[in-house]
Nanobody
Framework: QVQLVESGGGLVQPGGSLRLSCAASGGIATFYAMGWYRQVPGKEREFFAT????????FAEDSMKGRFIISRNNVNNTMSLQMNNLNAEDTGVYYCYLNRWRMFGEPYAWGRGTHVAVSA
């Protein structure tokens, strides 16, 4: 059984930075896509960003590329999301996911989520 464990969430002031990490273990040795969904207060969980084993990166919105950097280490099956210049709208729960064969679609596995709160 694949397990995904997120870390790095917390409280940060507007304009600050956080680095989220996700580690995959168990079950399968390789998988195509790892990424993040985000659930902001009062809304459904939505796709946020993904990175594939061959380095393709996609964000839900192109404007996110200026503040967020997603990266992945295929050797140890970890992924990171560097979040910069955060604002209140970035507050939410960030869920790590993975897909075995595709970039998008219903995830094969989920993490439990890590909370990010941006507040003065």
């Amino acid at each position: 059984q694949v397990q995904l464990v997120e870390s790095g969430g917390g409280l940060v002031q507007p304009g600050g930075s956080l680095r989220l990490s996700c580690a995959a273990s168990g079950g399968i040795a390789t998988f195509y896509a790892m990424g993040w969904y985000r659930q902001v207060p009062g809304k459904e969980r939505e796709f946020f960003a993904t990175v594939t084993s061959d380095g393709i990166k996609r964000f839900a919105e192109d404007s996110m590329k200026g503040r967020f950097i997603i990266s992945r280490n295929n050797v140890n099956n970890t992924m990171s999301l560097q979040m910069n210049n955060l604002n209140a709208e970035d507050t939410g729960v960030y869920y790590c996911y993975l897909n075995r064969w595709r970039m998008f679609g219903e995830p094969y596995a989920w993490g439990r989520g890590t909370h990010v709160a941006v507040s003065a």
